[in-house]
């Protein structure tokens, strides 16, 4: 009697929990995110009133604000009772953060200034220069009006945007895909390609590798959100101090 044919294995079959969204939901959120940052940037204008600084400084919130906003209204509208799942398959805790946050000052000491420190030496013994990635950051840093609110955004909004989408829908859509290594790797490559010039690219893929590592080995949003946060404030205080 020939038995009857298996089902493929599952790429990560201990998964303890599977998410339901896949490939359509990450694009149709990517493309809500385009169109609603549009709408947050306006309508913060169109709140605080016109100027250089207004939308400056709208220009750094809305990008944040329109993925969160993007992550929450697809999922909410298409799946309603699993939008939970989001934050992971175990419940986030102190314990969770405050490893999350030693894991932040370890990888913001190995990618910054061990990832740095190799750079610029390679850059002097190759003879190329190194490309100023934070320009526009540093100009918000040195504007009054808009240190504070690129603060917020970079440690508050930006995080939570970003750990929401890359780990909380993408990783968790790929780790059960292709297993959470590739995963892994994969979602870093796209979190590192946002980040737009290729230095940047080069330190954040490592970077966003290491947040879905930390996402499949805790279970809980909440340890790569307060890596990514704690990450973000080391850099942007450094960035104050060097403006100051």
């Known amino acids: 009697m020939i038995p009857p044919p298996q089902p493929p294995a599952d790429p990560v079959p201990d998964a303890p ?3 339901p969204w896949g490939w359509f939901d990450v694009v149709v959120i990517a493309i809500l995110v385009v169109v609603l940052s549009g709408l947050v940037a306006a309508a913060l204008v169109a709140a605080v009133g016109p100027g250089e600084a207004t939308e400056r400084g709208a220009l750094l919130l ?3 604000v329109a993925t969160i906003l993007g992550v929450l209204l697809h999922l909410q509208v298409r799946f309603p009772r699993r939008l939970g799942q989001l934050l ?16 932040g000052l370890l990888a913001f000491a190995v990618i910054n200034i061990a990832v740095g420190a ?7 013994q190759l003879g190329f220069e190194l490309p100023e990635v934070q320009e526009q950051l540093r100009d918000a840093a040195a504007d009054p009006a808009l240190a504070p609110v690129l603060v917020f955004v970079t440690v508050l909004v ?13 990783f968790q859509m790929l780790r059960q895909r292709i297993g959470w290594a590739r995963g892994a790797w994969l979602s870093g490559v796209l979190f590192a390609l946002v980040h737009g010039h290729w230095l940047a690219i080069l330190l954040f893929i490592p970077l966003g590798a290491y947040l879905g590592w930390l996402f499949h080995r805790t279970g809980s949003l909440l340890t790569p959100l307060a890596a990514h946060v704690v990450f973000n404030l080391l850099g942007v205080a450094a960035l104050l101090d060097q403006v100051a």
């Open 17 to 19: 929990g599977r998410v």
């Open 62 to 64: 809305s990008g944040g």
């Open 88 to 103: 992971g398959w175990r419940p986030p805790t102190l314990r969770a953060a405050l490893v999350g946050a030693g894991h």
């Open 118 to 124: 190799l750079l610029t030496y390679l850059s002097a």
């Open 158 to 170: 930006g995080p939570l945007a970003e750990e929401l989408f890359f780990r909380g829908v993408l």
